[in-house]
């Protein structure tokens, strides 16, 4: 199921119980039943760029802007590593030259005191800054490219370009970076032909981790009055991506409960292996509105709760949560793998 007639006829024609089934086959030949967590620290929603379709962007005036201190975030990560966390993804808005130095502190800090892997989410950055980011201990990045698209992302990611956004992904990369990429699905403007090509380019980067998940709409956006794709689509390209994918890191993401009251269930029976926990401190993430969420963020403040819940969901898709560090299975990193 590779070429672009084959992969059509797939997401127009193949039953979605079969192709999750297939998609679910696939993960169990390399995964077994096992699901990676990943704790998500959403550090700060400053954001200097104006993506179209995101309510953090610089223009909407309703987001309260936070940024959390460096102990706060130092503390959250200590939480997490209690309860056996082992990579942390901290994700921010794209700020200015000064705050990422001052993150690279805060990496430097969390590699010396806990052995854990820090995926970092932070956007458009300079070569310099990537470069300076991983040799403070950063070990994975993600970045979407969103859409493949050219005029679409030029639409509604103004003053961007696609072709700058995947150079970056091939630097990360060099930079010896585990890296993270994928799209969102039924963006306004995309179609049929735009889920192939993203398919198709997801498989082309050769990622050690994809992230997909549906547009949700937010009210303060330009695209408030967008529509999200129905879910049969959403686990379909999901499953798609499992396949094309056999080895990629692929997590169910919360976006995935937007659409469906049992949507991260069904995305781990799609294919998915990882699963990610929202760990901001609820004060702080309920600012974070880059769509408007339904999830359980506001509904479990305890983290240890939190992770009860998980562990039931986890349970309740036929697999196990697994607290392992999860290194990308294309690094050959011997530091990563225990
Ligand atoms: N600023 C960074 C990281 C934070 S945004 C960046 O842009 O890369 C993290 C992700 O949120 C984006 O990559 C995008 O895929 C997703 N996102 C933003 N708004 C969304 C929406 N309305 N629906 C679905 N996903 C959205
Ligand atoms: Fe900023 Fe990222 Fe949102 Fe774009 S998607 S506005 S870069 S936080």
Do not use: W
């Not at 509604?156 to 993270?180: A, D, H, M, Q, W």
């Not at 963020?297 to 560090?325: H, Q």
């Amino acid at each position: 199921m590779f070429s672009k007639s084959e992969i059509r006829d797939a997401l127009i024609n193949y039953p979605l119980k079969e192709i999750m089934e297939k998609a679910t086959c696939e993960k169990r030949k390399i995964f077994g039943n096992r699901i990676l967590i990943r704790g998500i620290v959403e550090f700060s929603n400053h954001c200097s760029k104006n993506c179209l379709y995101c309510g953090i962007r610089a223009a909407n005036i309703n987001v309260k802007r936070y940024e959390m201190k460096e102990e706060e975030i130092f503390e959250v990560v200590k939480k997490a590593c209690e309860l056996k966390i082992k990579t942390v993804v901290l994700q921010s808005g794209e700020l200015k030259r000064k705050k990422i130095l001052k993150l690279g502190k805060i990496v430097e800090k969390i590699k010396g005191s806990f052995s854990l892997a820090i995926t970092l989410s932070l956007g458009d950055l300079t070569k310099d800054e990537y470069k300076y980011l991983k040799e403070c201990g950063a070990d994975r990045y993600l970045l979407k490219f969103e859409t493949s698209d050219e005029k679409l992302f030029e639409k509604l990611r103004p003053n961007t370009s696609l072709k700058e956004r995947i150079k970056n992904i091939y630097t990360l990369k060099e930079l010896g970076y585990e890296v993270g990429s994928g799209n969102i699905i039924g963006l306004p403007g995309s179609n049929l032909d735009t889920l192939i090509n993203d398919l198709l380019l997801i498989k082309e980067l050769e990622l050690d981790m994809i992230g997909v998940g549906p547009f949700i709409p937010q009210r303060d956006t330009p695209l408030k009055d967008g529509k999200s794709p129905n879910i049969d689509i959403t686990l379909k390209f999901l499953s798609l991506v499992r396949l094309l994918n056999p080895i990629s890191h692929i997590p169910a993401t919360t976006s995935f409960d937007a659409l469906h009251p049992e949507g991260r269930i069904l995305g781990l029976k799609s294919g998915a292996n990882v699963v990610m926990m929202d760990i901001t401190p609820p004060k702080y993430s309920k600012n974070y509105k880059i769509y408007n969420k339904k999830t359980e963020i506001s509904y479990y403040k305890d983290l240890a709760e939190k992770m009860r819940k998980m562990t039931e969901m986890v349970e309740k898709s036929g697999n196990k949560l697994f607290f392992d560090i999860g290194a990308s299975l294309k690094a050959q990193n011997p530091r990563l793998i225990f």
